[in-house]
């Protein structure tokens, strides 16, 4: 610069590596009868919203994790009788629930 100062820049970057470790992830779905009424700023139902994160988070899953779904209310129940491995299929099988998941557990 014209009045003598001087400027720099040094930018660092770590070395981050990354693993894939295997994990359970298990979801836990409020499906009670009041997730079905009132509607959030979008103009949808805690159900409606549920569903869609779901999805989201199941096609975000590491490759290497084992997971589950399940619904409650005044029961519950599961998708799987156990934790399975993230495959497609068991990818599929899971969206498949999520689109159809109800607020139909009871209270």
């Not at 040094?10 to 298990?26: K, L, M, S, Y």
């Not at 779904?69 to 498949?96: C, H, K, M, W």
Request: net charge negative.
């Amino acid at each position: 610069a014209q009045d003598g100062s001087l400027a720099g820049l040094a930018t660092i970057f770590p070395e981050v590596e990354f693993r894939d470790e295997p994990c359970e992830i298990i979801f836990i779905i409020d499906r009670s009868g009041s997730m079905g009424f009132g509607r959030n700023r979008d103009g949808k139902t805690q159900m409606e919203s549920a569903r869609e994160a779901l999805m989201l988070f199941l096609r975000a899953l590491p490759a290497s994790c084992t997971f589950n779904v399940i619904g409650f209310g005044n029961t519950f129940s599961s998708l799987f009788p156990t934790s399975q491995p993230y495959t497609d299929a068991t990818l599929e099988q899971a969206t498949r629930y999520a689109a159809t998941m109800e607020a139909n557990m009871g209270r």
